[in-house]
């Protein structure tokens, strides 16, 4: 083998060794954010997170403790893809911002917006244990967690759908004594709609009772067509929404 092929050869393994051992050597972790419902004149993307809000008004929290970083690492690696319907989810209106680094190198940034995240270029959901970092980022200064978790055990869930209702995810609970609760994913949002259900033949049709946002008032009424395990919203009197189904989740 000629000298000169011998170099490049061991100069690419060298440099594949490098990224490797630079992609596994998180040494910090940083997440910037700000209030989820700050009020901005256009979504922010992510390339404009910093130069969209005062820098005294973004919260830092920086994770730099082995086990934190490792632990913090799988939770984003089992996040909910969304790819599998394309152009369902939007991207992001950034409030948070996630930057990990290799020693003094940015590695990585991910941006958080109120429904989704946005890593690599590949939007993604919320899962459970994502959404419970979140509220630790955003707590509710009027409502104790304990309280929290009360309101939801008394609510007697039989069935749960989990999807978009217009642009907010969320997950959609069906009760006993035909009760439903629909809340936006992400309890820091603090946004939930409650009243009762009836059903014919294929057709769901609930009564709002409560709506703690300015989207939905009480007495509207929200219809859905259930197929297998899924339910499409109507978006029109007559019309399902077949290509943005709630899925069963429970």
């Known amino acids: 083998m000629k000298p000169q092929v011998k170099l490049i050869i061991l100069f690419s393994l060298f440099i594949a060794?490098?990224?490797?051992?630079?992609?596994?050597?998180?040494?910090?972790?940083?997440?910037?954010?700000?209030?989820?419902?700050?009020?901005?004149?256009?979504?922010?993307?992510?390339?404009?997170f910093d130069s969209s809000f005062h820098k005294e008004d973004i919260e830092v929290m920086?994770?730099?403790?082995?086990?934190?970083?490792?632990?913090f690492m799988q939770m984003l690696d089992s996040l909910d893809?969304?790819?599998?319907?394309?152009?369902?989810?939007?991207?992001?209106?950034?409030?948070?911002?996630?930057?990990i680094y290799s020693k003094d190198l940015l590695a990585d940034e991910i941006c958080?917006?109120?429904?989704?995240i946005l890593r690599d270029n590949d939007i993604y959901l919320y899962t459970n244990e994502f959404l419970v970092f979140m509220d630790s980022l955003y707590p509710d200064p009027f409502q104790p967690k304990q309280q929290?978790?009360?309101?939801?055990?008394?609510?007697?869930?039989?069935?749960q759908y989990k999807g978009f209702l217009g642009e907010a995810m969320g997950i959609m609970s069906f009760g006993k004594n035909n009760n439903f609760m629909y809340e936006i994913e992400g309890?820091?949002?603090?946004?939930?709609?409650?009243?009762?259900?009836?059903?014919?033949?294929?057709?769901i049709i609930c009564v709002i009772q409560k709506s703690d946002n300015h989207i939905f008032e009480v007495g509207?009424?929200?219809?859905?067509?259930?197929?297998?395990?899924?339910?499409?919203?109507?978006?029109?009197?007559?019309?399902?929404?077949?290509?943005r189904p709630l899925a069963r989740i429970r």
Request: glycine letters at 4%; hydrophobic letters at 35%; proline letters at 6%.
């Open 17 to 48: 060794f490098s990224i490797n051992c630079f992609s596994q050597e998180i040494t910090k972790i940083e997440i910037l954010s700000v209030p989820m419902d700050t009020e901005t004149s256009s979504p922010v993307s992510c390339d404009m």
């Open 62 to 71: 920086t994770i730099t403790s082995p086990d934190g970083i490792s632990n």
């Open 81 to 99: 893809s969304g790819l599998t319907f394309p152009n369902t989810f939007p991207i992001p209106d950034t409030r948070a911002k996630i930057r």
């Open 112 to 116: 958080i917006g109120k429904f989704t």
């Open 148 to 159: 929290q978790a009360k309101a939801l055990t008394e609510f007697d869930i039989t069935k």
């Open 187 to 203: 309890s820091f949002l603090k946004n939930r709609l409650t009243g009762i259900y009836s059903q014919e033949g294929d057709i």
């Open 220 to 243: 509207d009424t929200l219809r859905f067509m259930l197929k297998e395990d899924s339910i499409y919203p109507f978006t029109t009197e007559k019309e399902a929404d077949l290509k």
